[in-house]
């Protein structure tokens, strides 16, 4: 167990709608990644929080967002969902901030998002 | 920019046997370099990493890895594989000159098959 939680494990939703994906970092933790598993895309970063502020954008699309909130924990936005959007969306955590680059993350066990 | 080379989608080794996963990459600072282990539905577990020093770095499950700066490379492995070592490897890398600043860049995957 990495520390790392994530929930809804499963999501089953159609094209179009919206969702909301949440993400709580290990104790201790300020940063919070995002990152999408895909067969065709492999693993994609989507974006980094650190301490409530957005600190490493990847190839997130317009419309996803994320927010980190004052507690730390982190949601993930997706709107306007496509069949493509359908993946394995995970959450990690490490305490690495303005220079701990060399931290490594601890991953949540993911959200399987499902669009039909 | 940065970049994670795995050549092998799938690299079968029999239990007992020594295996070698390989990870070639480029950034322009010095590398942050890493590990991550996923087994099947769950999320990526970090096995071990290259910061600096010592270019024999030994991680968990009695996995290591060998960083080559010469040739931009960071094999993991093994002495004698087990059957419960087959899972999904990824290597990744983070420019180091940004710090935590900057995304972690992930390779495709190595599939590792250990046969008994």
């Known amino acids: 167990d990495s520390g790392v939680t994530q929930t809804p494990k499963h999501l089953i939703t159609a094209t179009g709608q919206r969702v909301t994906l949440r993400c709580s970092p290990r104790?201790?933790?300020?940063?919070v990644y995002w990152y999408q598993q895909s067969l065709d895309q492999g693993l994609q970063f989507l974006i980094q929080?650190?301490?409530?502020?957005?600190?490493a954008k990847g190839n997130i699309l317009e419309r996803f967002s994320a927010q980190q909130f004052p507690d730390l924990h982190s949601e993930l936005n997706l709107s306007s969902l496509e069949l493509g959007d359908s993946a394995l969306y995970f959450c990690?955590?490490?305490?690495?901030?303005?220079?701990?680059?060399?931290?490594?993350?601890?991953f949540g066990p993911g959200t399987r998002l499902t669009v039909l | 920019a940065q970049s994670v080379a795995q050549p092998e989608d799938q690299v079968n080794v029999a239990e007992g046997n020594p295996l070698t996963v390989k990870c070639t990459y480029s950034?322009?600072?010095?590398?942050?370099l890493f590990w991550y282990v996923q087994y099947p539905n769950r999320g990526l577990q970090f096995l071990l990493k290259?910061?600096?020093?010592?270019?024999l770095v030994k991680g968990s499950y009695g996995f290591e890895a060998e960083f080559n700066k010469s040739q931009t490379s960071f094999h993991l492995k093994k002495p004698s594989a087990l059957v419960s070592d087959s899972a999904l490897y990824f290597c990744?890398?983070?420019?180091?000159?940004?710090?935590?600043?900057?995304?972690?860049?992930f390779g495709a995957g190595t599939r590792l098959a250990v046969h008994p």
């Open positions: 950034v322009s600072g010095n590398p942050y």
């Open positions: 104790s201790g933790d300020l940063s």
């Open positions: 990690a955590s490490s305490a690495a901030g303005l220079a701990g680059g060399g931290n490594e993350q601890f």
């Open positions: 990744a890398v983070r420019d180091g000159r940004w710090g935590g600043y900057n995304k972690l860049i």
């Open positions: 290259y910061i600096t020093g010592d270019n």
């Open positions: 929080y650190y301490n409530g502020e957005e600190r």
